[in-house]
């Protein structure tokens, strides 16, 4: 079945810090992967897509390439601010079928301080 | 455009206890996804409909949660009857239709279950 791999967590970083969250996964055929993040007090807002192999989803800074070859789909910031605190989720959706459910990562919790 | 709507946003209850949970989508969207999240895991498909029928409620409990969409808007998850594991968060999603089409979530009910 399909699955998703987290990095562990927490993370803690200073503002401006280089980030990268490792994220791997396992599917039959060719999914589309997502980074979710959830602020606190908040619900799940997508924050960035990959639908193919070798795309890059973008958005806020954030950056994750889609690498089939690997199975990964990393999440890259350069600088990180104290609002980028959250837990980040990475997901697949598997593009067979009428069933287009994500399959969601355990998560991880960023906390960048001043 | 209005979010996805959940209530109530806490619930606590007793074992053996029955609860239901209410979610209203965006206006327009076709499709309706119930999550559970437990703490420290990410959210986890219950079951998803396409407008008021079912696509796949294969991780649902049937012995004891329920799901509705009668017309094809608003839904109810119940629990009846609650066990101490189903304390979780959970999630409502919706999306336009079941083609890779982005899922919006709503904030979520947190259940406990003492």
């Known amino acids: 079945g399909n699955s998703v791999t987290q990095m562990e967590g927490p993370v803690t970083l200073s503002e401006e810090a280089f980030l990268t969250i490792n994220c791997t996964y396992t599917?039959?055929?060719?999914?589309?992967l997502f980074w979710y993040v959830q602020y606190p007090g908040e619900g799940l807002q997508l924050l960035l897509k990959?639908?193919?192999?070798?795309d890059k989803g973008s958005n806020k800074g954030f950056e994750a390439t889609y690498r089939k070859e690997t199975t990964s789909f990393h999440l890259e910031k350069g600088s990180v601010q104290v609002s980028d605190s959250a837990v980040y989720f990475c997901?697949?959706?598997?593009?067979?079928?009428?069933?287009?459910?994500?399959?969601f990562g355990k998560g991880i919790t960023l906390s960048v301080r001043p | 455009e209005a979010g996805v709507a959940q209530s109530p946003r806490y619930k606590i209850i007793e074992k053996r206890q029955s609860v239901a949970f209410w979610c209203n989508p965006i206006s327009g969207h076709a499709t309706l996804y119930w999550y559970q999240q437990i703490l420290g895991q990410g959210p986890k498909l219950l079951i998803q409909f396409q407008n008021n029928g079912v696509v796949d409620d294969s991780q649902l409990p049937k012995d004891r949660f329920s799901a509705e969409r009668l017309k094809g808007v608003d839904s109810t998850l119940k629990i009846q009857p609650a066990k101490l594991e189903d304390s979780a968060v959970y999630l409502c999603a919706s999306s336009l239709d079941q083609l890779y089409n982005e899922q919006f979530f709503g904030p979520g009910t947190r259940l406990t279950v003492l």
């Open positions: 990959a639908t193919k192999a070798d």
């Open positions: 599917a039959t055929g060719y999914p589309s």
């Open positions: 997901a697949l959706s598997d593009r067979t079928g009428a069933n287009s459910k994500l399959t």
